[in-house]
């Protein structure tokens, strides 16, 4: 029987504060096409369709899972979207774990695995993340919506005997 994960999150790529306030721009630029077409007297259905495209492409978003993190008795392992293959952080060798701001912007790209000046990024929403370094000195800062549960639960396993 395999372990039970001791944490489970899940983020989905419809809530990315970025991706959304992308595409809610370009349903509204649709819109004001079709209207301004329509008050001259000119056919804009591909405007309209375009904006509802986009409207039912943000609900199927809310939907698709981007990354699941789960947290073992020795690991944490993160699973994409993307990939078959689950990224394993093994917990034995954490040499520190904080809780940080994700970045010093409000919008972030989802990231996967992205391995950037140094460390390893995950991040899908969330304005706080868990930053866990190993015994290499390599961070993984992981975008977290629950990020005071997480470290808790990590700092728990490694500092435990």
Sequence with gaps: ??????YEEKQYLGFNRL???RRLLLTLFSFGIYWWKKMH???????FWLGIGIILLSILLLFVLHLRIRVFKHRLEITGLWTGKPVI???????????????????????FNLKWKGS???????????????????PFRI??????????ILKHITTAP
């Design 1 to 6: 029987m395999p372990d039970q994960p001791i």
């Design 19 to 21: 991706s959304m306030i």
């Design 41 to 47: 007297s000119q056919n804009g259905d591909l405007f």
């Design 89 to 111: 952080i093994d917990l034995m060798n954490a040499r520190s774990v904080i809780r940080l701001r994700y970045s010093k912007y409000h919008l972030n790209n989802p990231v």
């Design 120 to 138: 390893v990024k995950f991040y899908t929403d969330g304005d706080e993340a868990i930053e866990i370094t190993d015994r290499e000195g390599t």
């Design 143 to 152: 975008g977290s919506h629950s990020p005071g549960e997480l470290e808790k």
